[in-house]
T-cell receptor
Framework: AQTVTQSQPEMSVQEAETVTLSCTYD???????LFWYKQPPSRQMILVIR??????QNATENRFSVNFQKAAKSFSLKISDSQLGDAAMYFC??????????????FGKGTKLTVNP | GAVVSQHPSRVICKSGTSVKIECRSLDFQATTMFWYRQFPKQSLMLMAT?????????EQGVEKDKFLINHASLTLSTLTVTSAHPEDSSFYIC??????????FGSGTRLTVV
C-alpha cells in the first residue's frame, strides 16, 4: 500500500520570505501522480500543484514550485514570496496512475503553515 | 471549471437521528464520487467510492450500514449517516470525477452530533 509522510506538523514563515514543505512517499508503482492541496480554515480543498511521475521537469504554478526527486521518493513544495493568504494546512497526496488502478487519493497528515506579518 | 456543490455545509443533529449529505455536480457528469472523512486536526481518509448506478465500494473498517451512499444519477451522490452518534461528528467531503481523469472536491460538510 502507498503511504505519504509529512514530517513537519507545523511551519512558519515571514511574509515575503520563502518556505519549503517536505513530503516523502512510498510506492512500488512506476506511474503515479503527486499533489499538494491547501486547506484554509473554510476546510475547502484547493489544488495547489500537481506532478506526474513520468515528467522529469518540476511543476511550477506562479509562486509555488515543487522539487520532485523520484529516486528518493521526495516531493517538497516551495512557496516563494509568502503571503498572508498562504496560511493554511497543506496536504501532500498520492494517486496511482495505473489504468484500472485505484483512483483514491492517499494523503499525508498535513503541515500547518503560519505566515507572520 | 467543474464544480461539485455540497450541502449542507454545516449540520447539527441529535444522537440517533439520520442525516443526509448531498453532492451535486453542476456542470459535468460525475461517473464516480469519492467520499472522505476528516477528523479534527487530522488528514482525509477515504470512506467509500461510488459509481453511478452501482453499489458503493467501502474502505476497510467503514460500516456500510451506517454510512449509506447512493449514486443514482450522474449528477447526484448522497451520503446518509444513519443513527448518528457523537463519534460520527466529523468533516465529510466528496470528490467527483469528471470526463477523463479530472477531479474536483466539494466544499465539505461539518457534522456535529449532539
Amino acid at each position: 500500500a502507498q503511504t505519504v509522510t509529512q514530517s513537519q506538523p507545523e511551519m512558519s514563515v515571514q511574509e515575503a520570505e520563502t518556505v519549503t514543505l517536505s513530503c516523502t512517499y512510498d510506492t512500488s508503482e512506476s506511474d503515479y501522480y503527486l499533489f499538494w492541496y491547501k486547506q484554509p480554515p473554510s476546510r475547502q480543498m484547493i489544488l495547489v500543484i500537481r506532478q506526474e511521475a513520468y515528467k522529469q521537469q518540476n511543476a511550477t504554478e506562479n509562486r509555488f514550485s515543487v522539487n520532485f526527486q523520484k529516486a528518493a521518493k521526495s516531493f517538497s513544495l516551495k512557496i516563494s514570496d509568502s503571503q498572508l493568504g498562504d496560511a493554511a494546512m497543506y496536504f501532500c497526496a498520492y494517486r496511482s496512475g495505473n489504468l484500472g488502478g485505484s483512483e483514491k487519493l492517499v494523503f499525508g497528515k498535513g503541515t500547518k503553515l503560519t505566515v507572520n506579518p | 471549471g467543474a464544480v461539485v456543490s455540497q450541502h449542507p455545509s454545516r449540520v447539527i443533529c441529535k444522537s440517533g437521528t439520520s442525516v443526509k449529505i448531498e453532492c451535486r455536480s453542476l456542470d459535468f457528469q460525475a461517473t464516480t464520487m469519492f467520499w472522505y472523512r476528516q477528523f479534527p486536526k487530522q488528514s482525509l481518509m477515504l470512506m467509500a467510492t461510488s459509481n453511478e448506478g452501482s453499489k458503493a465500494t467501502y474502505e476497510q473498517g467503514v460500516e456500510k450500514d451506517k454510512f449509506l451512499i447512493n449514486h443514482a444519477s450522474l449528477t447526484l451522490s448522497t451520503l446518509t449517516v444513519t443513527s448518528a452518534h457523537p463519534e460520527d461528528s466529523s468533516f465529510y467531503i466528496c470528490r467527483g470525477r469528471f470526463q477523463g481523469y479530472g477531479y474536483t472536491f466539494g466544499s465539505g460538510t461539518r457534522l456535529t452530533v449532539v
